[in-house]
């Protein structure tokens, strides 16, 4: 087959996506850090400060803290969320009795709006009406039962539940559909060579899935990074500073705290971390699957 020749032409058709993309994206993102280099409260005269703003961060506890939040946020995404995802898709890799009915109620809650989960899941961890004490109760675990939300070590945990049960059957779409495209012959030679299940699910179903559970976990890590939704409707951040996340620390910093510089610093860094992080994660399992 010979090689598609480029044509002029094409830079015409792909120039409105190209205009879109430079002024809703590039443009706002050179913005930003620009406006990182300043103090500024977003009207007014600014000062320049070089990279004072950033040399700040790097001492400023609450970012810190925040962003190691999220780093186990990430992990927890991976392990909990993905993996889930990835044990459902493989149980109804093969057509069984009732399995479209429970696909669709495997995605069901991804179609939910966030703001309607963060109010269904602070309404279930409610000390007097709460399902989850209700369920403690009744299971003779009374002594467990506690304001979720509002206690210092259980609040940032109990955020962090409401996406993952949200948005595993959004995965569990994307794994299923890769492991669909795998040959039932390729199974059918392991069955007959005497593979059992669990053997044909890492020798065989994992690997040939692997970049598309790659990208299931990239998307995880990055969903992580710019997780603000569901903590500003839940806690905003609280208490005290137990659920605060670098994204609503952006948003306090700005729209509270009116330090436009300060908190665009904090944008930029929230994406050269997930970035950094996103590319080392895809460099060592990439390492791992050579």
């Known amino acids: 087959m010979g090689l598609l020749a480029f044509r002029k ?8 996506s190209l205009l879109i993309y430079g002024l809703f994206f590039v443009v706002p993102f ?8 300043f103090e500024w409260s977003g009207i007014g005269k600014k000062t320049f400060l070089g990279f004072k703003n950033y040399m700040d961060l790097m001492h400023d506890p609450l970012f810190l803290n925040g962003f190691w939040r999220v780093l186990i946020w990430a992990l927890l995404a991976i392990v909990i969320k993905d ?29 939910i709006s966030t703001a309607a989960i963060g109010l269904m899941f602070s309404l279930m961890y409610d000390k007097d009406i709460g399902l989850l004490n209700l369920f403690l109760q009744t299971i003779g675990l009374g002594d467990w039962s506690r304001s979720w939300l509002a206690d210092e070590n259980t609040a940032f945990y109990a955020v962090i539940a409401a996406p993952l049960w949200h ?12 492991m669909q495209n795998i040959p039932e012959e390729v199974y059918e030679a392991a069955t007959l060579d005497g593979a059992g299940a669990w053997t044909q699910f890492t020798r065989i179903t994992i690997p040939l899935i692997w970049p598309i559970l790659q990208i299931c976990m990239i998307l995880s890590i990055t969903g992580a990074f710019k997780s603000f939704d569901y903590v500003f409707i839940m806690t905003k951040g609280g ?12 948003y306090e910093t700005v729209f509270v705290g009116m330090k436009y510089g300060y908190g665009t ?13 996103t590319l080392l994660f895809r460099k060592l399992t990439t390492s791992k699957e050579q």
């Not at 948005?167 to 779409?173: K, S």
């Not at 208490?239 to 952006?250: C, K």
């Open 9 to 16: 032409t094409v830079i015409l058709f792909m120039l409105p």
């Open 30 to 37: 050179a913005q930003t850090f620009y406006f990182s280099f």
């Open 83 to 111: 993996g889930l995802a990835l044990v459902l898709a493989s149980v109804l890799r093969k057509p069984i009795r009732g399995s479209n009915w429970f696909t669709t109620v495997f995605f069901l809650p991804v179609v």
């Open 167 to 178: 948005t595993i059957g959004y995965f569990f779409i994307i794994l299923l559909a890769g």
């Open 239 to 250: 208490p005290g500073d137990s659920t605060q996340v670098p994204a609503t620390y952006m």
């Open 265 to 277: 610093a904090i944008a930029i860094l929230i994406f050269v971390f997930s970035l950094v992080v």
